[in-house]
């Protein structure tokens, strides 16, 4: 059983389809990193897979459940962290996780809390409003509240933007403890240096399918790079 | 460029459809003509003087039927919105559209019908009676219904909100009828209306009001098969011009 | 029934607490329902004798607006500030976001017109708050935020929001406002009890009516 799979998927707004008859495949274990240029789909995959948006047509499997039919079932086992954060600003940081952590049916939550604080580095922030704290703090909260509830599976919608090199630091390590422990990561991103280091397998999105695919051990850079660089041009 | 070779047309079962369709479309277009040059015959010719209103009163044959079916254009635009949010289907959204658009358009042909007979008996252009008020919060609330489609995000969306707004928008109106009724009892507990005639009309009246139901009938149901078949134009021109953005 | 009760008493404590932080809502649409009185007080000159029969409706149309200011402005701030998203992705049913952000709604709006009422009673010199009044108060406001809490989910999604609530609620909560104002006006005085029975029947089968309808078309609108 793959962790998503997706076979034909099509997807538009009344205009013309974003997504046509896009097929994927996630297992288990894997990290998979998808790059995509602007308006290519990347977000609305996602959307599709959350639970955000509903397929026009095709089948949606994530963590094992059917996307129309086990919706909230598939909200349980995910943990988003979307271009733009969830948080509200006048709230603490601990109050923000405190309330997705019980909505999400954590039990201890307070324990939990601070627990994954720690991990993230974020502990001596915990009682400050999410308005005061810097972009790449707020992105670390967004984040915590993600694995709050251990989801088997994690997405990332361009997790990377506006991050410095510390806090990138930190979300590597984080993703790459992650995923190390048996779960399911797909980011989408338009960085190529941070995608490739991170991912198992690289794919881009272009014309609403996965163009290219290939692991990253097999993959040659250069040669991807000016492969990426084509898939762009060719949209624009 | 190889020139193509012609073949000759051979009739497929979509021809047949197509043409069957036209088939019906005019005959519509001609029973609804014909009905109403009747119709219009019978409302001011045939029909006896009123003793009390006079010659305003003929405004009946068309306000009283107009209401009725629009009445009739908004059930069926319910329908269509519950069809399209159980299956999905543009067609039952295209349903809902067309119906609710004439229906707009006749229930403002009801409230200007209304004043202008209201005037002249009444003396004054309005009256906040049960059935004018429960017209009047209709055709906002299917205004409300034609707006959120412009107003939305996307045209999907758009049929789905405009879905819901079709199904409260039905279900509210007994409401409101009720509660407007109610209201003019406790304020107005002796008013008299032109419009509460029907169940006293003789029968010449009643036999020219049945007649007059049918012909807007029909031209109900021909601008509705004129409404549907345009939109069915449109969306396959707009899945065109999808299809042909997408391959480039 | 277990299941909603939970997730919906957090979701509206959430609201609570950011609007306790912030005083954002209530402060704004308190000033709005004092300047709806008093332009009131200057549009039409209410004597002493007409008080009973004008005070009600000039509260209702202050506790409409008012109510449609509070309504629109809990889904914007969720939608502007990206939070909307995070409510759709908690694993909740499409139900209980709805009770929940109706609890919320419903409660701001009691409180900002537990504030303006008096403040109502002062300026108009109008008697007579009574518990007929009070239930009167509390069914109609329910009735304004089942459906308001529908209707600016979708209006907040849509180009001219602050334009599309209003053409959407008012026409639909009509007889909500006429019954209020009759209940009322029975309430302190002007009427009778078998005329405030009718009303009051009325609005609760109004808010049975769209309590159950509102919540089940909730969960289809909210999916791109």
Redesign the interface.
Known sequence: MSAIRVVGLWK??????VL?GLDLDVSWGEFLVIFGANGAGKTTLL?VL?????PDSGEVWVAGFERRREA??I??S?G?V?H????????TAY?NLA??G????VSNVRERVRQVAARLGMEHRLDQRVRTLSHGMQKRISLAAAILHDPPILLLDEPEAGLDQEALGMLSRVLQDWKGEGRAVLMTTHNLEQGLALGDRVAILA??KIAYQEERTALDLAGFRGTYQRYLEATS | MERAESKPHVETAEDRARAGYNRLSNALLVASGVAMLLNLYLIFIYAPLDATQGQVYRALFVHVPLAWISFLAFGITFVGSVMYLWKGSRRWDALALSSAEIGVLFTTLVLVTGVFWAKPIWGTWWQWEPRLTTTLILWLIYVAYLMVRSYAPNPRQGARYAAVIGIIGLIDVPIVYFSVEWWRSVHFPHVVGPLADEGTLPASMRSVLMFSLITFTLLFAYLLRERLALKRTEDALKDLRDTVESKQ | MRGLVRPVLLLAWKDLLLELRTRDIVSSVLVFGVLVVVIFNFALKVTPSQVDQLAPGILWVAFAFAGILAMNRAFVLEKDRGSLEGLLLLPVSRDALYFGKLLGTFLFMLAVEAVLLPVFIVLLNFAGFSGGLALAILLATLGFAAVGTLFSAIAVHTRSREIMLPVLFFPVVVPVVIAAVEASKAAIGAGGMVEYGRWLGLLGAFDAIFLVICPWVFGLILEE
């Open positions: 538009g707004y009344g205009g013309p389809p046509r959307k959350s639970t955000l948006a509903r909230q079932a909200r349980r995910i988003v979307a733009r954060g969830f948080l509200y600003d006048d709230l109050e309330f997705y019980r909505m999400f049916g014309q609403g």
